[in-house]
C-alpha cells in the first residue's frame, strides 16, 4: 500500500492505492495560497491520517516540472508560493516515509498503464485536458520524463496565431463563447448550435494535437483525460475526421484512442511512483 497525492491549483486530494483502487481518500480546498508555510501545512495535515495505516510510502502528482533526482518542484500552476519548494525532503522529513515526486499528468498516464485502460499497450501517450494541456508519455512499459520533467509538452508547440494548447483548453471556450468549458458544455447538451459548432471546432484542434502525438511518439494507443473529456460525444466525431490527412493513415488505423473512465486515476499512478 502507497499513498497516492494529486496537487491541483484549487484543491488537493489523498488515498491510499489497495489492489488497483483508492481507498481511505479524502481532499481540501487550498487556502492562502500566497503563504508556503500555509500550504504546506495543509498538505501534510491532510496526508497525516492515512500514515497510521501500514504504508510504505508517498507519491505525489504536482502541476509542475520536477527535479526527480532532489525531489524540487518549481513554479507549481496556481499556487504562487510554491516557486522552488523541496517537496520531497519536507515530506519525508514529516513522516518517516519514502516520497518520490513527479508531473500530475505524468502520474495520470502511469495509473492507466498500471491499473486502467493501457495496461496491454507497451507504449502509450496520456492527454489531460483542462486549465491547459499537459502530456504523459510511457514507452516501453517505462514512465519517460525527458531531462527535466518536461518531455511531451507539446501544448507549447506554436499553432495558428499562437500554441496548441490554447486551442485545446479551457482557454479556447473562453475566448470562442466567453464561457468556461463546463458551460459550453451544459450549451451543448441542451441543443445550442452555437455552442455544437464550437465543439466540433475544438475536435478538428484536438486532431491536431493527436497527430502532432503520431508525428513525434507514434505510441500504439492515447488516453484522453482532464475535465473536458467528459464531453467527447460533442467532438469525437470532428476529432476523428481531422485525422484523415495524417501522412501514414495506417498508423492512424492502429492507433487505439480512449477516454479516461477512473476519476481516480492520477491518484493512482501517484501511488505507482513508489514502484516506478
Request: charged content about 20%.
Amino acid at each position: 500500500m502507497n499513498i497516492g497525492v494529486d496537487i491541483g491549483g484549487t484543491n488537493i486530494r489523498a488515498g491510499i492505492e489497495l489492489g488497483g483502487s483508492i481507498t481511505r481518500q479524502d481532499h481540501l480546498l487550498l487556502q492562502d495560497k500566497e503563504s508556503l508555510t500555509s500550504t504546506l501545512s495543509q498538505l501534510v495535515e491532510l496526508i497525516r491520517p492515512l500514515t497510521k495505516y501500514p504504508v510504505k510510502g508517498i507519491g505525489i502528482g504536482v502541476p509542475s516540472v520536477v527535479n526527480l533526482d532532489k525531489g524540487i518542484v518549481y513554479n507549481v500552476m496556481n499556487i504562487p508560493s510554491w516557486e522552488e519548494v523541496a517537496l520531497r525532503d519536507i515530506i519525508q522529513d514529516e513522516f518517516n516515509l519514502p516520497v518520490s515526486i513527479n508531473n500530475d499528468v505524468n502520474c495520470f498516464i502511469l495509473g492507466e498503464h498500471r491499473f486502467g485502460l493501457a495496461q496491454k499497450y507497451k507504449s502509450v501517450v496520456g492527454l489531460a485536458l483542462g486549465t491547459g494541456l499537459g502530456s504523459g508519455i510511457i514507452i516501453d512499459n517505462h514512465l519517460y520524463t525527458g531531462n527535466n520533467c518536461g518531455a511531451g509538452e507539446i501544448g507549447m508547440l506554436p499553432y495558428k496565431d499562437s500554441i496548441l494548447e490554447n486551442y485545446v483548453c479551457n482557454r479556447f471556450f473562453r475566448n470562442a463563447l466567453n464561457v468556461d468549458a463546463h458551460v459550453a458544455y451544459q450549451s451543448a447538451l441542451n441543443g445550442d448550435t452555437r455552442a455544437l459548432e464550437t465543439w466540433g471546432e475544438f475536435g478538428i484542434h484536438l486532431g491536431s494535437v493527436i497527430k502532432t502525438v503520431m508525428y513525434t511518439y507514434d505510441p500504439e494507443a492515447i488516453v484522453i483525460g482532464g475535465s473536458i473529456a467528459k464531453a467527447y460525444q460533442f467532438f469525437k466525431a470532428s476529432m476523428s475526421d481531422s485525422l484523415r490527412d495524417f501522412a501514414y493513415p495506417d498508423s492512424i488505423k492502429r492507433l487505439t484512442i480512449m477516454f479516461s473512465e477512473n476519476q481516480n486515476i492520477a491518484l493512482l499512478g501517484a501511488a505507482a511512483l513508489l514502484d516506478a
